[in-house]
């Protein structure tokens, strides 16, 4: 049972464009949010992560928006470049160390 | 500062063997996580441990452990392997994870069973 659900699977943008991002969770005890980024072949690296508290981080070109009474939250990619290609990964953890991870979304950015 | 560093990058196995992953925190990181990622299943949790204590567990069988060393350096253990097992194998440290510190990820041990 997944915890957290994650869309699109994939997602092909050009260049410049906005890449969207969602997630729902169910378990309203979740309080830490992490959108993590992945590489082929690497681990996943932290992007940008959200508390319940605010409705919106940003950092750089990298946006995440939350809305707690909805239980859902999402990462914006502002102006895609083709270095951002690789697969994204939301997750939520519930003040313990166990992130649940969302299923990924694979992000292609063409020039 | 190095990254987390693990070790083999790529094993082959054949069933009913058991493999032994290792894991080298960042130095100064206290807490270790181990996750399977898999196509079908995605990253899931294995267990977390901290000061050579495991804190939590997930939701795999009795063939997945681990262990912790008192440098932090980390191991796990998969006994009589199914061809299920085959994964990605991610270890990532952390300061400590009680405050859901960020997770520094390792680039895997690649497991095929065959």
């Known amino acids: ?111 | 500062k190095a990254g987390v560093t693990q070790t083999p990058r790529y094993l082959i196995k054949t069933r009913g063997q058991q493999v032994t992953l290792s894991c080298s925190p960042i130095s100064g990181h206290r807490s270790v996580s181990w996750y399977q990622q898999t196509p079908g299943q995605g990253l899931q949790f294995l267990f977390e441990y901290f000061s050579e204590t495991q804190r939590n567990k997930g939701n795999f069988p009795g063939r997945f452990s681990g262990r912790q060393f008192s440098n932090s350096r980390s191991e796990m253990n998969v006994s009589t392997l199914e061809l299920g097992d085959s994964a990605l194998y991610l270890c990532a440290s952390s300061l400590d994870q009680s405050t859901n510190e960020k997770l520094f990820f390792g680039s895997g041990t690649q497991l095929s069973v065959l």
């Open chain 1, 1 to 111: 049972q997944q915890q957290v659900k994650q869309s699109p699977q994939s997602l092909i943008v050009q260049k410049g464009g906005i890449s969207i991002i969602n997630c729902a969770y169910e378990n309203t005890a979740f309080d830490y949010f992490p959108w993590y980024q992945q590489f082929p072949g690497k681990g996943p690296a932290l992007l940008i992560a959200i508390r319940p508290d605010v409705s919106e981080k940003k950092e750089g070109r990298f946006t995440i928006s939350f809305n707690k009474s909805a239980k859902q939250f999402s990462l914006h990619i502002m102006d895609s470049q083709p270095g951002d290609s690789a697969t994204y990964f939301c997750a939520a953890s519930r003040g313990d160390y166990k992130l649940s991870f969302g299923a990924g979304t694979t992000v292609t950015v063409r020039a």
